[in-house]
């Protein structure tokens, strides 16, 4: 049954949860490489929607997933968590914080875009303005204000960040014909994944860490980017009255995030990311509002 006060409770708790992810990534990304960071994150993250499903009482719905599902939920593990974080994480390693969050929130947009091809939908006039709009942001945050000048701080990590968006959108693009059990879902696609997570991470790095303080940040990251949060926002869409009150709580996060990359991370923000953040959230904003009025 419907319960706003609940649903406003368990989302402002994910969008809370969400925001302090950026900060996590980087400090963990002082003590852990890229590789690392992704295979300790997604053994914890395992333990968590393991945990979520067993609460649930789900656990056997694992047992009935067919032979084509079960390949299906393969395939999406090799895009999330594999490719998308490893991606990620890199961009953050070698982006700001305050850089590498915005840009990678213009993944909403990104999937409006490749609904086209993979969905058949249309894009609107007011769509491509929106985008315009939102990748004009992304375009102040990674000139850090000096839009003329086509010099950034990292050009791989902004190619990266952006590129993270894409695998994203992808990821939940081809969600749409998986089995209706979300937890069940997440939980399979990081188990399949694991095995190839952990390959990469003996070929390229190391699966022990030098220092082992990076495992609690990995640890962060598993239960509460990749798990816990996950079933917060789930609650939240079950108890609103409509998903248009609970889905405009999630641009918060990136104005949060800021903040806590301020005082956690340390980093000073640059008056151009306050900008392109505006840009990035006023595009999807407009977006958001074209979508409930077709």
Not at 99 to 122: C, D, K
Request: a positive charge.
């Amino acid at each position: 049954m419907a319960d706003q006060k609940k649903a406003y409770a368990f989302g402002l708790l994910a969008v809370l949860l969400w925001s302090t992810v950026a900060s996590a990534f980087k400090i963990s990304l002082r003590y852990l490489d890229h590789f690392q960071l992704l295979l300790y994150s997604c053994c914890f993250s395992l333990i968590a929607l393991g945990t979520i499903l067993a609460a649930r009482g789900q656990v056997t719905t694992l047992f009935h997933y067919s032979r084509k599902e079960l390949l299906h939920t393969a395939i999406l593990g090799c895009l999330n968590p594999f490719l998308y974080y490893l991606i990620l994480f890199k961009a953050y390693d070698l982006l700001r914080a305050q850089e590498a969050q915005p840009l990678n929130y213009t993944w909403a947009f990104t999937l409006m875009l490749l609904s086209v091809p993979i969905l058949g939908q249309r894009l609107s006039i007011k769509v491509l303005i929106a985008g315009l709009i939102s990748y004009s942001g992304v375009w102040v945050i990674a000139t850090e204000g000096k839009i003329w000048t086509v010099q950034f701080t990292s050009p791989l990590g902004v190619a990266l960040a952006l590129i993270s968006t894409v695998v994203w959108a992808l990821y939940w693009l081809f969600n749409t014909r998986s089995p209706q059990n979300p937890p069940a879902n997440l939980f399979l696609n990081f188990l399949f994944a694991l095995p190839l997570i952990a390959v990469t991470c003996l070929l390229f790095s190391s699966p022990i860490p030098t220092q082992k303080i990076g495992l609690l940040g990995a640890a962060y990251v598993g239960f509460f980017e990749m798990g816990i949060t996950f079933l917060f926002w789930l609650l939240a869409l079950q108890h609103a009255e409509t998903t248009a009150k609970i889905g405009n709580l999630i641009f918060l996060s990136p104005f949060i995030s800021l903040v806590f990359i301020h005082f956690l991370v340390g980093e000073r923000i640059l008056t151009s990311t306050y900008l392109g953040l505006v840009l990035i959230v006023l595009g999807l904003i407009v977006q958001h509002d074209t979508r409930k009025t077709t």
